[in-house]
């Protein structure tokens, strides 16, 4: 047996519409469980059990969604925000956005950050992703203002103390253009890390006194960034991807 759920919840879940909105389908008799006219919307149903039909077709209730995001700039990874617009709103916009309602970020992007960030309803997995303990390695791409230290991938492989006296784990420093006397005015660098701290990579540079000055995410654990989608654009994981980040925890 599954889990069993409120039908109205299943319902809302599923896009069918608010919870007020299906008390007013239901008291229509738009609504059926295993055949049989359902009134009641605070009823428990399990979705591997029950059959459940609204105007006659029949509900699919699939466990988890995934979804990838080119996460743009001024965007908030949140599901509610009373200011910007959220990733969730971004998703909702989109011509094959999920209808699901219970979608939510994995992890955090500053407003300024862009790249990769994954939306599911997979609460189990988005937990074991984040988790300190797991050390799930993210790849950032940066610009960053300032002449790096000489020493800066030592620096990054030992672990760089952060500002405010917080240490963290060693990171992989790539770096890929220097500023130099053509006028290219910062550093571009590929930073990998194996935590979230709040501003990590930010302040780690900060740290070794330069600025970020654009920052985008290309990867977590298995997943890399789909270089096809453009900021703002988003798609299903695949299942190998699926399979595979639930390998990475
Ligand atoms: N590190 C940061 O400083 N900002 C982000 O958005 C992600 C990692």
Do not use: W
Not at 104 to 110: E, I, Q, S
């Amino acid at each position: 047996m599954g889990k069993e759920m409120r039908l109205d919840r299943l319902l809302a879940e599923v896009g069918i519409g608010t919870r007020s909105q299906i008390k007013d389908m239901a008291k229509k008799g738009r609504i059926r469980v295993n055949g049989a006219t359902e009134k009641k919307t605070d009823r428990k149903v399990d979705p591997a059990r029950d059959q459940i039909m609204v105007d006659h077709l029949p509900v699919i209730y699939a466990e988890a969604e995934y979804y990838m995001l080119n996460k743009p700039q001024g965007v908030v990874s949140a599901t509610e925000d009373h200011v910007h617009e959220t990733v969730v709103d971004l998703l909702k916009k989109g011509p094959d956005g999920p209808v699901r309602t219970d979608l939510f970020p994995v992890g955090r992007l500053d407003l300024d950050t862009e790249g990769l960030l994954l939306l599911t309803n997979d609460g189990e997995l988005a937990h074991s992703l984040l988790s300190p303990r797991r050390h799930v390695d993210k790849r950032y791409y940066a610009k960053v203002e300032g002449r790096l230290p000489e020493d800066a991938a030592e620096q990054f492989e030992k672990g760089i103390t952060l500002l405010d006296g917080t240490p963290t784990l060693p990171a992989g420093l790539e770096i890929l253009k220097e500023p130099a006397g053509d006028g290219v005015p910062c550093s571009e660098i590929v930073l990998t890390i194996h935590e979230g701290k709040f501003h990590q990579v930010k302040r780690m540079f900060e740290a070794v006194g330069c600025q970020v000055v654009f920052l985008k995410r290309l990867s977590m654990g298995s997943l890399v960034l789909d270089e096809g989608l453009k900021p703002g654009e988003f798609r299903r994981l695949s299942r190998e991807e699926v399979e595979r980040l639930k390998r990475d925890r």
